[in-house]
């Protein structure tokens, strides 16, 4: 996959969701971020990073939910930034 991913894009920065490599995440994984929303088309942004590092968890909003995600996860997300 290339172009930025998910786990590159700065908090409160809107972005929309082009491509996800489904092939790189555990089968039920990507079935639970499925039903969350998780797919290309999505508007999203990162509403904030976690404690480690300040990499992991990512929170993810997506919509008015917000999410979790490792960040394996973050990096099989592709997006691009909207303005």
């Known amino acids: 996959m290339t172009g930025s991913t998910l786990n590159t894009l700065g908090v409160n920065r809107p972005a929309r969701i082009v491509a996800v490599a489904w092939d790189r995440l555990a089968h039920d994984d990507a079935k639970r971020l499925r039903a969350l929303g998780v797919d290309e088309g999505a ?9 480690f590092g300040g990499r992991e968890p990512i929170a993810l909003r ?5 999410i979790a995600l490792r960040l394996t996860h973050a990096e099989a997300i592709a997006v691009t930034e909207e303005l």
Request: proline fraction near 0%.
């Open 43 to 51: 508007q999203v942004s990162i509403a904030y990073r976690g404690v």
């Open 62 to 66: 997506l919509g008015r939910a917000v």
